[in-house]
């Protein structure tokens, strides 16, 4: 069995950039906008686990090559298509040529000119940071986002809702207001559907309302030491898996205090963002590893397959 992975890894490694189309193109807020990538060969997407990411490669304006940036797969498993959900960075001309190593000139490209209907190069799913749904399958899960950090998380609450789960979860997010905030009517249904689960969702500039027994909008900056330590952060539990996604000392901060309030190190998991893309550490070599993007934003890539995941934001 093991050699069997090892082979499809392989071979999943091996084959070239694949070909998708931008099926839909929707605007989730007034920052984020979601591409539903198909397949142009109309065969299955490649599995993949909620969590992952995969690789984009987008025609740059003025650019001799194209450019490759690492998304989060944003929703649940399906043979039909992959979704991302990109945040558009503002300040952003993509026409100006000067501007080429802003940090989020790639995700403007995608939100200004990449139309329905037009083309884009995807690699296979990558990423070890993910939610297993079949592991401790009684085991309350705890997801915690920043911003943007939400498009991972809102990939694991989907698979889950998909399975049918009933384990305790809670959903925890801080946005900057309304006009940041993504896919809020989306869980406000998915948590209205489940009576063991619930969201606490903290806004900064207060424009947020509708509180309701399972969805509660507060104020100011994310609080997890006023949150309740066994009813909304599962501290009871042992096997409490905690996820975080978002900014770097956001993600510091936050689990260091679920470590102080007594979670165990092990069971914290996160996922680095940069400026509206994915951003890791650099991992040991493998055989048939991840795709690599490498040099600075200005700089020609040609996106090899390669045995580490470096990725930078942009």
């Known amino acids: 069995m093991i050699n069997r992975e090892e082979e499809i890894y392989k071979e999943k490694a091996n084959r070239d950039w694949r070909p998708f189309t931008v099926e839909k193109k929707i605007k989730e807020s007034d920052e984020v906008t979601s591409f539903y990538l198909k397949p ?25 090559w194209k450019q490759c940036r690492q998304y989060s797969l944003s929703t649940s498993q399906n043979p039909e298509y992959y979704r991302i959900s990109v945040k558009r960075i503002d300040g952003v001309d993509v026409k100006d040529p000067s ?10 490209v995608l939100h200004d000119t990449v139309k329905e209907g037009d083309s884009l ?6 990423g070890s940071f993910f939610l297993d749904s079949e592991a401790n399958p009684e085991a309350p899960v705890v997801l915690i986002s920043g911003g943007v950090g939400v498009t991972p998380l809102m990939a694991m609450l989907n698979t889950l809702v998909d399975n049918g789960s009933e384990k305790p979860l809670t959903w925890i997010h801080a946005t900057r207001g ?9 869980l406000k249904a998915v948590m209205k559907a489940k009576k063991n689960w619930h969201a606490v969702v903290y806004n900064r500039d207060l424009t947020l309302s509708g509180d309701s027994d399972n969805y509660k909008v507060l104020g100011g900056k994310l609080d997890l030491p006023s949150l309740d330590r066994n009813a909304d952060l599962y501290l009871d ?8 996604c978002g900014p770097d000392s956001f993600m510091v901060e936050l689990k260091d205090i679920l470590v102080s309030l007594g979670a165990s190190a092990e069971n914290v998991k996160y996922e680095r963002f940069g400026t509206g893309d994915v951003v890791r550490e650099p991992k040991p070599a493998v055989t048939g590893g991840c795709p690599v993007s490498h040099g600075s ?6 996106c090899p397959v390669s045995g580490a995941v470096v990725e930078q934001s942009a």
């Open 178 to 186: 309304q006009s940041a905030y993504a896919f809020g009517d989306h």
């Open 297 to 302: 934003a200005t700089a020609g890539m040609k």
């Open 99 to 108: 501007q080429q190593a802003h940090p989020g000139w790639v995700s403007n």
């Open 237 to 244: 539990n042992p096997n409490t898996q905690y996820f975080i």
């Open 40 to 64: 142009k060969d109309g065969k299955p997407v490649e599995t993949y686990k909620p969590g992952q990411y995969i690789t984009v490669k987008v025609a740059v304006p003025q650019q001799e």
């Open 121 to 126: 190069d995807l690699t296979f799913p990558c």
